[in-house]
Antibody
Framework: EVQLVESGGGLVQPGRSLRLSCAASGFTFDDYALHWVRQAPGKGLEWVSGISWNSGSTDYADSVKGRFTISRDNAKNSLYLQMNSLRAEDTAFYFC?????????????????WGQGTMVTFS | DIQLTQSPSFLSASVGDRVTITCRASQGISSYLAWYQQKPGKAPKLLIYAASTLQSGVPSRFSGSGSGTEFTLTISSLQPEDFATYYCQQLNGYPLFTFGPGTKVDIK
């Protein structure tokens, strides 16, 4: 079964750090770019960050640039999001998503597989 | 930055109705647009990519059209399982993957 499973969310204090993980199975992990998308409670979807198949390219939304770092370990079929200097406005469900492309640019593609999400909240 | 707007933001419809949702981009994005369905407490599900290509496994009552700055998602005959929120997403410009604000489809 093709799936993505996030973990690592939780309660955090502003200014602190948190590392999210996303474990993949059921597809050839290192063939595809991966992304993080977040959704604040009751709000819409916001793309956060993306990484190409070989980690050669990464990109970030302006709202997290300089604070968040995306990475992947193809040997472990895992995606990560290191979140530093967290702010109250980072409160959200964080989804990992598989792109249909190997590169971050994916003009005629989309995000075809999503995890169930992990929640980051602030104390 | 490319901005996406959706209309309506909310619509109330009955089973069997034909439903159309519009997504407009602040500048041309060719056909680089996807549509997703999201139900409460669930992850988004890909419906349409490249503006009009139906994702494998998605019922044929869903269709997409448009290019440039105006796009539509149509549900030809609304089914009970289609009540959800629908988002468009652009894959053309920076920020790379902007989503629209969503359209909630509710039961009349």
């Amino acid at each position: 079964e093709v799936q993505l499973v996030e973990s690592g969310g939780g309660l955090v204090q502003p200014g602190r750090s948190l590392r999210l993980s996303c474990a993949a199975s059921g597809f050839t992990f290192d063939d595809y770019a991966l992304h993080w998308v977040r959704q604040a409670p009751g709000k819409g979807l916001e793309w956060v960050s993306g990484i190409s198949w070989n980690s050669g390219s990464t990109d970030y939304a302006d709202s997290v640039k300089g604070r968040f770092t995306i990475s992947r370990d193809n040997a472990k079929n895992s995606l990560y999001l290191q979140m530093n200097s967290l702010r109250a406005e980072d409160t959200a469900f964080y989804f990992c998503a598989k792109a249909t492309c190997s590169t971050i640019s994916c003009y005629t593609g989309a995000f075809d597989i999503w995890g169930q999400g992990t929640m980051v909240t602030f104390s | 930055d490319i901005q996406l707007t959706q209309s309506p933001s909310f619509l109330s419809a009955s089973v069997g109705d034909r439903v159309t949702i519009t997504c407009r981009a602040s500048q041309g994005i060719s056909s680089y647009l996807a549509w997703y369905q999201q139900k409460p407490g669930k992850a988004p599900k890909l419906l349409i990519y490249a503006a009009s290509t139906l994702q494998s496994g998605v019922p044929s009552r869903f269709s997409g059209s448009g290019s440039g700055t105006e796009f539509t998602l149509t549900i030809s005959s609304l089914q009970p399982e289609d009540f959800a929120t629908y988002y468009c997403q652009q894959l053309n410009g920076y920020p790379l993957f902007t989503f629209g604000p969503g359209t909630k489809v509710d039961i009349k």
